[in-house]
């Protein structure tokens, strides 16, 4: 189901580029946890636009031809005792990002457990490649 819905993601991106206040030229990240991970792994792997991501909750090993395409820069966040994600799956999935830039943010407790300083990092993540309005 997944990949059925990178073209909506696509279609949904050319509609906001198209906007005045947005404009084609600005730079595009994604951020997704958990199924949003998923997602956006196969999507992050097709979309040019997209220059920075947020990645994580993930252990799908089926995925790590398509992390392997992805070359921007990762911040992957994984949880130590997530019982739908192993954490050597986990590791498999985020070894095999195509990525010189990734950073893995493990931290401990379950699937819906991450820590609220994961936001403020992801925010962090996503100043420093994609810039910050009004930033020259």
Same mark, same amino acid.
């Given at each position: 189901?997944?990949? %059925?819905? !990178?073209?909506?993601?696509?279609?949904?991106? $050319?509609?906001? %580029?198209?906007?005045?206040?947005?404009?084609? $030229? %600005?730079?595009?990240?994604?951020?997704?946890?958990?199924?949003?991970?998923?997602?956006?792994?196969?999507?992050?792997?097709? #979309?040019?636009r997209?220059t920075?991501?947020?990645?994580?909750?993930?252990?799908? #090993?089926?995925?790590? $031809?398509?992390?392997?395409?992805?070359?921007?820069? !990762?911040?992957?966040?994984? %949880?130590?005792? $997530?019982?739908?994600?192993? /954490?050597?799956? !986990?590791?498999?999935?985020?070894?095999?990002?195509?990525?010189? #830039?990734?950073?893995?943010?493990?931290?401990?407790?379950? *699937?819906? /457990? !991450?820590?609220?300083?994961?936001?403020?990092?992801?925010? /962090?993540?996503?100043?420093? *490649?994609?810039?910050?309005a009004? @930033? @020259?």
């Amino acid at each position: 189901m997944a990949s %059925q819905l !990178v073209p909506d993601w696509q279609t949904t991106l $050319d509609a906001l %580029q198209k906007l005045d206040s947005v404009g084609d $030229d %600005q730079p595009v990240g994604y951020y997704g946890l958990s199924q949003g991970g998923e997602m956006g792994i196969r999507l992050v792997a097709t #979309e040019p636009r997209i220059t920075a991501a947020v990645l994580g909750l993930i252990g799908s #090993e089926w995925l790590t $031809d398509d992390a392997a395409r992805i070359t921007i820069p !990762v911040e992957f966040v994984l %949880q130590l005792d $997530d019982e739908g994600s192993p /954490r050597d799956s !986990v590791m498999k999935l985020f070894d095999a990002l195509g990525s010189t #830039e990734k950073t893995l943010h493990a931290n401990p407790g379950s *699937h819906y /457990r !991450v820590p609220s300083f994961e936001i403020d990092s992801s925010v /962090r993540f996503f100043a420093r *490649h994609l810039g910050t309005a009004g @930033s @020259s």
